[in-house]
């Protein structure tokens, strides 16, 4: 049986219909892209400086004067919520001897470094230099820290190192139309973690990209989800798939008892599995048909959503290096950062957001925590990711590995490799 | 040794999967006509295709455990499309569930009730035949703790009370009743195979505990039900007989 997926006919604001196929080829990627320390320098000079990157949420810093530092390679930038509402991000760094202004997140009436107190507004212009008249040359001719391009979108804040950025929405497009009927403003931050990895962060964008995988290193999904039947669509930089969940795989035979991921699928939307009577298979329509009904009355407003939207990943890449599990009631938003110098190190942030019930109490801010890869649990699945990317690192730095031999189920690494070589090279 | 099942006649609740399904296949080998029932449209009209291919006389329904009159129209069915019955299995089973009260009314309908109205229905085609016999299947976790407390095991016990007792009322009237308690079986999309690829724990602490360190395969639970059932147990009325490889520690006194 194939699955079932909404109809051209059935409503739905995300678009929904399969994207042409892309035709990139069959050769082998180049390994050196994840190994490299050149390629890393190119990567930076002409990617990283060039693309938006995501920097934090707009509830992050709420009030005037709250700011968050975000860190990508070996920038860091201070985002913060100007007088006026808007928002702006700058370097973080002094212009007297370089130190660093800030760390974390918090409010500030202004940024003072700590070194020789050389102090910043909000807006990023001096606000004082101690014995200024000690410095014949004057204050340096550029007025305040550095400014980076900052812009807004569905909840979170961008910024871009590169002044000649194009707008934010044209960068994100198509995804701006596909992602807001998820109305990412109405969830809450319920984790915020990072991860030291040992590993290139494409190695781990990859991972996410492709879900040919399940079946050798996540088996027990083979029992929540549809691995290989999923629907892949690339547009411009950006990708996506969709994957079916609470169905199982073609790869594995019906049981007559409802696999317990499945179940709470179904408890977490108040479905009362011992109740349903129909076959596993059936599950998934069920389950869509019983949230629609009864969302309203649980405080949930699905109304901008699909059917298969309802239990359905809609998965999504936005260039370079986010990793979105969008879902009806929740979304599961990975960053990757490359390490400062290390090819074959990263950073992982986590963010999971939660949708609210209406009038539900928003929950305390999570804390961020960091820490290195096997310190904590990041639940099963995601360990089970992160326990496998040392080795794909390390066997890639191997002699004996040319590159990556990729098929058709991974269709979007080949296709973000497409966009990484319009900026890069190949 | 002949189990004298040649023309006899035998419906098999559940017999589209697993132990009911091999029960099935044990019983048309041996040469009876056969009726079932099951969820799956498409697997009763394979079962139907492979009974045809082996000249078995065969009447099969799709039937939703849970409802009670679709389960009495159905064994009244096979009664007239095999033209009478010999023997009669119950096998379907709704599967185990813990944490919600609705498990116990699910267990209660689909285990428990199923095999009820079946042989109510059965009983006066079973009354006209020379060796008629009546198997119940319940569970070794019904008299063995086993995973969880959960109702799946409770009212397969109540099965076992039940059938005893039904087995000292019809024996006067020469009809056996007996009752089958298979332990952990695997098989070919059972629900241990999903257990032991989506939860894996569950399943290694079940093969831990067998003996032999693996589990039972549905056709050697079919092959000491199909002789239970069968005119060769002839002396075997009311006896609950454990399969389970030596799962359980109990010396059954
Ligand atoms: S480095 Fe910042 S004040 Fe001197
Ligand atoms: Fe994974």
């Known amino acids: 049986m194939p699955v079932e997926r909404i109809k051209p006919t059935d409503f739905t604001r995300t678009p929904a219909t399969p994207a042409a196929k892309p035709d990139f080829g069959s050769a082998t990627i180049p390994k050196e892209r994840y190994t490299s320390a050149e390629y890393m320098r190119l990567e930076w000079e002409r ?19 709250d700011y968050h530092v975000t860190s990508i390679g070996k920038e860091e930038i201070i985002l913060v919520r100007q007088k006026d509402m808007s928002v702006r991000g700058f370097f973080n760094v002094c212009l007297h001897r370089g130190n660093r202004i800030m760390v974390g997140e918090g409010n500030a009436t202004s940024f003072k470094c700590q070194y020789h107190f050389w102090e910043y507004g909000l807006d990023g212009a ?27 979108w569905n909840s979170f804040v961008w910024f871009s190192m590169n002044p000649e950025a194009e707008p934010l929405l044209d960068y994100l497009a198509p995804l701006p139309e596909h992602l807001e009927p998820y109305h990412f403003e109405r969830m809450v931050k319920v984790a915020d973690m990072t991860v030291e990895w040992d590993c290139n962060w494409k190695t781990s964008v990859d991972a996410f990209n492709e879900s040919y995988h399940v079946q050798g290193i996540h088996p027990e999904l083979l029992y929540f989800i549809e691995d290989k039947d999923v629907q892949i669509d690339c547009y411009g930089r950006h990708n996506r798939y969709l994957v079916p969940f609470s ?3 073609h790869r594995v035979e019906e049981t007559t008892e409802i696999p317990h991921l499945i179940k709470h699928a179904m408890k977490e939307a108040g479905m009362n599995p011992a109740d349903f009577d129909g076959r596993v298979t059936e599950v998934r329509k069920a389950l869509q048909a019983f949230k629609r009904k009864h969302g309203p009355a649980m405080g949930l407003d699905y109304s901008d959503l699909n059917d298969d939207q309802l239990t359905d990943d809609y998965h999504y890449n936005i260039f370079p290096n986010l990793t979105l599990n969008t879902h009806a009631d929740d979304l599961m938003l990975f960053r990757q950062r490359p390490h400062p110098s290390d090819p074959n190190k990263m950073f992982f942030d986590v963010f999971i957001f939660k949708l609210l019930k209406k009038d539900e109490p ?17 639940g099963l699945v995601l360990d089970q990711d992160a326990y496998n990317l040392p080795g794909v690192q390390a066997g890639m730095n191997s002699d004996s590995f040319d590159g990556l031999w990729i098929g058709d189920q991974e269709l979007r690494i080949r296709h973000f490799h497409h966009v990484l070589e319009s900026y890069v090279g190949s | 040794m002949d189990l004298r099942l040649k023309g006899l006649k035998a419906a098999v609740t559940g017999g589209t999967r697993g132990i009911g399904n091999a029960i099935v296949h044990v019983l048309a080998e041996e040469g009876c006509a056969l009726a079932t029932c099951g969820r799956a449209p498409e697997r009763i009209e394979s079962l139907r295709r492979q009974m045809d291919a082996a000249g078995v006389r065969f009447h099969g329904e799709t039937v939703q455990g849970r409802d009670g009159e679709a389960m009495r129209n159905w064994t009244r ?5 095999l033209g009478g019955l010999d023997i009669f299995v119950a096998s379907l089973s709704a599967g185990g569930g813990t944490d919600e009260e609705r498990y116990w009314y699910r267990n209660f309908e689909i285990d428990l009730m199923s095999a009820v109205r079946g042989v109510e229905e059965a009983l006066p085609a079973l009354r006209q035949s020379k060796c008629p016999s009546i198997l119940i299947l319940a569970t070794m976790a019904a008299s063995e703790t086993f995973v969880a407390p959960m109702a799946y095991n409770a009212i397969k016990a109540a099965l076992v009370t039940w059938s005893k007792q039904l087995s000292q009322q019809l024996a006067p009237e020469g009809i ?17 195979e999903m257990i032991r690829v989506a939860r894996s724990r569950i399943y290694d602490n079940a093969v831990r505990q067998q003996p ?8 050697e639970i079919a092959r000491s039900a199909v002789f239970l059932a069968s005119p060769a147990a002839s002396w075997c009325n009311g006896s609950h007989l454990l399969v389970d490889g030596g799962f359980s520690k109990r010396v059954p006194f």
Not at chain 1, 53 to 59: I, Q, Y
């Open chain 1, 126 to 152: 001096f606000e004082n230099i101690p014995d200024l008249e000690t410095f014949p040359q004057g204050a340096p001719p550029c007025k305040g820290l550095r400014e980076v391009k900052c812009d807004t």
């Open chain 2, 176 to 192: 056996r009743v007996n009752c089958l308690s298979p332990g952990p079986t695997m098989f070919k999309g059972s629900n241990w």
């Open chain 1, 362 to 378: 928003r929950p305390k801010k999570p804390r961020h925590e960091q820490f290195k890869h096997g310190e904590k649990s990041l």
């Open chain 1, 47 to 65: 990617m990283w400086t060039k693309v938006w990157l995501l920097g934090c949420r707009m509830d992050d810093i709420p009030n005037p004067g």
């Open chain 1, 247 to 249: 169905t199982i795989s």
């Open chain 2, 212 to 219: 032999t360190r693996r589990m039972g395969t549905a056709e």
């Open chain 2, 77 to 81: 069915n096979s009664v007239e499309a």
